[in-house]
T-cell receptor
Framework: DAGVIQSPRHEVTEMGQEVTLRCKPI?????LFWYRQTMMRGLELLIY????????DSGMPEDRFSAKMPNASFSTLKIQPSEPRDSAVYFC??????????????FGPGTRLTVT | GIQVEQSPPDLILQEGANSTLRCNFS?????LQWFHQNPWGQLINLFY???GTKQNGRLSATTVATERYSLLYISSSQTTDSGVYFC??????????????FGTGTRLQVTL
């Protein structure tokens, strides 16, 4: 398997622009997670999906952030409008789960976002 | 929510030395993972170990769930072991799947 795939790997944009990050989970995995990593806050969960349905979005920082999962093999995280404080590495991860138990999570390579 | 503490925060080893990293957590868990974040930022799965002991080459891990801690052992360290080691846990609770909460990590530097 190719593992979790994310694109782009690097994104540099100006404040106020829309940013869209993309993720393809491991085939067959039914959970998908979006994380953000910064020096100040470490790794934090933004949102996760089960069978394409958002389950917990309590980590989404504000209304400028939105995430979708239109099908089992694709998810997007959108920031509109972007701000310099959104600069971070954004990771996507996926896993299997059963009876409310999450199994091993696998992470993608991340997208390094810089907002100037 | 559940608290995850890792120690030590920083560690410098000479190549060939052994080390033990510790992860304490504040509540019952049904998922515990150890990750290595290499200097290029990749998060690499080391162990999925909610309980018991596992070994993979020079690395091994033990989780004592009843006492709420896990240990990661690195033997005969190599420079390629450098990076940050994260422990992440999911709190055991009824009804819904619980998300992973990450510790702040142990930063390891292995020198020649």
């Amino acid at each position: 398997d190719a593992g979790v795939i994310q694109s782009p790997r690097h994104e540099v944009t100006e404040m106020g622009q829309e940013v869209t990050l993309r993720c393809k989970p491991i085939s067959g995995h039914d959970y998908l997670f979006w994380y953000r990593q910064t020096m100040m806050r470490g790794l934090e969960l933004l949102i996760y999906f089960n069978n394409n349905v958002p389950i917990d979005d309590s980590g989404m920082p504000e209304d400028r952030f939105s995430a979708k999962m239109p099908n089992a093999s694709f998810s997007t995280l959108k920031i509109q409008p972007s701000e310099p404080r959104d600069s971070a590495v954004y990771f996507c991860a996926s896993s299997l789960g059963q009876d409310n138990l999450l199994y091993e999570q696998y992470f993608g390579p991340g997208t390094r976002l810089t907002v100037t | 929510g559940i608290q995850v503490e890792q120690s030590p925060p920083d560690l410098i080893l000479q190549e060939g030395a052994n080390s033990t990293l510790r992860c304490n957590f504040s509540d019952s868990v049904n998922n515990l993972q150890w990750f290595h974040q290499n200097p290029w930022g990749q998060l690499i799965n080391l162990f999925y170990i909610p309980s018991g002991t596992k070994q993979n080459g020079r690395l091994s891990a033990t989780t004592v769930a009843t006492e709420r801690y896990s240990l990661l052992y690195i033997s005969s360290s190599q420079t390629t072991d450098s990076g940050v080691y994260f422990c992440a846990v999911a709190e055991r609770r009824a009804g819904t799947a619980s998300k992973l909460t990450f510790g702040t990590g142990t930063r390891l530097q292995v020198t020649l």
